[in-house]
């Protein structure tokens, strides 16, 4: 486990990252015999054995409609709806396996593969439901890989948000930007996180909270969560230390006024264990 954390911090400190390997390097953790230069191989082979046919398309629509039908008809991947939560689903390594994931792991393979075979594509951090776009000189398709391939037209991504929120919302721009490869990990552990954190599974959501910030030192909210995790885990000094260094970061936060609370708390009880 310690080597798979390094190995992650020192990969997400590169640009641009490296998105499968970074994936990949979150699974490792799960799988500490994860050979991960096979799974990278076998990225490689889908692009390759998906290259002439995609290729033969006339424009961008044509072989974002040939990609999604190689992956998802041929290939079989496919949108675990029946088991959404299941901790798999966030895994790369076992999304390959299995050819079952949620939206953003699928998305990282539709953009690994896409992307080996020319396509100009982008990871979309759009609310709940992770999306891809390609880009060319026309302009933007969405596309939701959790959903076939599906190209999305505007109103359909507006029904989606009015879904999500049960209320109309206007479609903001940011909600379609393209993000980087360190948001996409981020996202993907903050998707364990959640999983973890309903389990009631502690340290594997202490994992996740700890690389979230290793990939960003600033996640507030994340850091506020281990703390609390640490308290509940009773590592009261390691709950100490993240509180105060969380006043001392993001004194204007909602939970400050609780992380003051928690310090006067904990301060006391290190000094009993002392």
Known sequence: MKDARNEFARLVAREPIPLAHGALLIAREEYPQLEINRYLDRIAALAAQAEATIRGGENTVERVQLLSS??????????????????RNSFLNEVLDRRLGIPITLSLIYLEVGR???????????????LVKAVDERGELIIDPF????ILQVAEIRARLTQIYGQ???????????????????????????????AS??????AA??????????AMDELFERAALYERMECFKAALDDYQSFIGHA????QVDA????VMRLVAQVARIN
């Open 70 to 87: 190689f992956l998802f008809e041929d290939q079989g991947f496919a949108g675990n709806r029946e088991d959404y939560s299941d901790p």
């Open 116 to 130: 080996r075979v020319g396509l100009n594509l982008y990871g979309v951090s759009f609310p709940a439901h992770f």
């Open 147 to 150: 959903n076939g391939g599906a």
């Open 168 to 198: 109309p919302v206007e479609l903001a721009p940011a909600m379609l930007r393209a993000v980087s490869g360190r948001h996409i990990l981020i996202r993907m552990l903050r998707n364990l996180k959640n999983i973890y954190f309903n």
């Open 201 to 206: 599974d502690y340290p594997r959501l202490l």
């Open 209 to 218: 909270l700890d690389r979230i910030l290793i990939r960003d030192a600033g």
């Open 251 to 254: 004194p204007d936060h909602i």
């Open 259 to 262: 992380a003051r609370e928690s």
